[in-house]
């Protein structure tokens, strides 16, 4: 008699026990990103964290109005540990490269014309974007109540040089993986791993939000199956409230393709210390939690009938 498989074995049968051929495929792999894992995914569920890279380069560093210190709450502090915790073999693309040098998580238009000399010019009938007039453009200008982070504006060609050399290579790594998911699969599904202040000290305060651009850039089923499991863990969860996903999430998302994109904030204080500084004792059961989750959305998304071959 077979025995049943878990959801571990499920993922990794599918992918190492399957009798078909793959193209192989080659990733874009630059100093300001990491692909941790195959370049072949061997599993349907890849993990992207655009927004815990640490390196401020020296060219940045020149032109802060701020210390770095006061960039880290721009940072998502340290959740590339609790992906790095739970991933197995999931193939895994953690940017390095601090937020403030370029989010990764905007779209290369979202430029900030009272920052940056070559972002486009706009009539008296088109309002900048709320991000962008919080300061939260592609490249940020402001880090919260620290106030402004340059010193001068920032000429076309040092925004263009940060695209070409971080921004489309991320991007084209997260998209090459999750096509190359796809074709061995079927399917593919993207978690867009982030972390938020804490929303309140309340009992029901959320201290998990799913992002899925209101339904567009992921199935609802896989959404309520990593839903349910964040409850099952015992945190309390929210939907698109109050962060609904950005451009990865909708550069990559399409539900009608079988790419599916789902973004997960975590309460920084669920994994570091009291200081929000630094990994805590949290950081083990908020990386249990995540493994569950993509062992829960693997199955959910390969058929098990593929899983037993």
Known sequence: MRQPVNNFQRCALSAFGSRHRFRRVTLAITPSFEVHGPLNPVSPVLLSVPHAGREYPDAMREAL???????????????????????????????????????????????????????????????????LRSGLGLVPRRAGARGDIWRRMLSDAEIRQRIEADHRPYHQAVGQALAAARERFGVAVLLDIHSMPPLGSAQDTPRIVLGDRFGKSAGARLVSRAD???????FRTALNSPYAGGYVLDRHGAPKDHIHAIQIEFDRSLYLDDRLLVPGPGLGRAAAMLRALIDA??????PAPLAAE
């Open 65 to 131: 109005a701020l210390p770095v210190s006061g960039l880290i709450q721009l940072e998502d502090r340290h959740v590339d540990a609790v992906a790095m915790a739970a991933r197995r073999f999931e193939t895994t693309i953690v940017a390095r490269r601090a937020r403030a040098w370029i989010d990764l998580n905007r779209a290369e238009d979202a430029r900030d014309p009272l920052i940056d000399r070559g972002a486009p010019s706009r009539g008296h009938d088109e309002p900048l974007s709320l991000k």
């Open 228 to 234: 349910a499991v964040a409850n099952a863990w015992g």
């Open 297 to 302: 959305l693997c199955e959910e998304a390969v």
